[in-house]
Nanobody, 122 residues
Framework: QVQLVESGGGLVQPGGSLRLSCAASGFTFFSSYVMNWYRQAPGKERELVAVITSTGDSTNYADSVKGRFTISRDNAKNMVYLQMNSLKPEDTAVYSC??????????????WGQGTQVTVSS
């Protein structure tokens, strides 16, 4: 059974840091998946925050977090991370991990974790 489990969320003061982790299990080919971090704040649409390619050689970020957040992965451990620095109150949201791949026949595989709450407040 494929599973993604996020951890590392919590309450942090503005300007602080958190490191989110996403543990993947049950994947046959985890290293073939593009991994994404999304977030959703109350009353707002879900936002794509960061993307990392299957090999980890390329990343991309939402403009709102560029220069502050870093996504990384360890395919040997089936883990994905999101290092969040210089946090702002507007970063408050539920952060979710997503795994996505499309096979040569066009079939898409898309999996989600349950999310972890990040609250930035003094």
């Amino acid at each position: 059974q494929v599973q993604l489990v996020e951890s590392g969320g919590g309450l942090v003061q503005p300007g602080g840091s958190l490191r989110l982790s996403c543990a993947a299990s049950g994947f046959t080919f985890f290293s073939s998946y593009v991994m994404n971090w999304y977030r959703q704040a109350p009353g707002k649409e879900r936002e794509l925050v960061a993307v990392i390619t299957s090999t980890g050689d390329s990343t991309n970020y939402a403009d709102s977090v560029k220069g502050r957040f870093t996504i990384s992965r360890d395919n040997a451990k089936n883990m994905v991370y999101l290092q969040m620095n210089s946090l702002k109150p507007e970063d408050t949201a539920v952060y979710s991990c997503n795994a996505n791949r499309r096979d040569p026949w066009g079939d898409e595989y898309d999996y989600w974790g349950q999310g972890t709450q990040v609250t930035v407040s003094s």
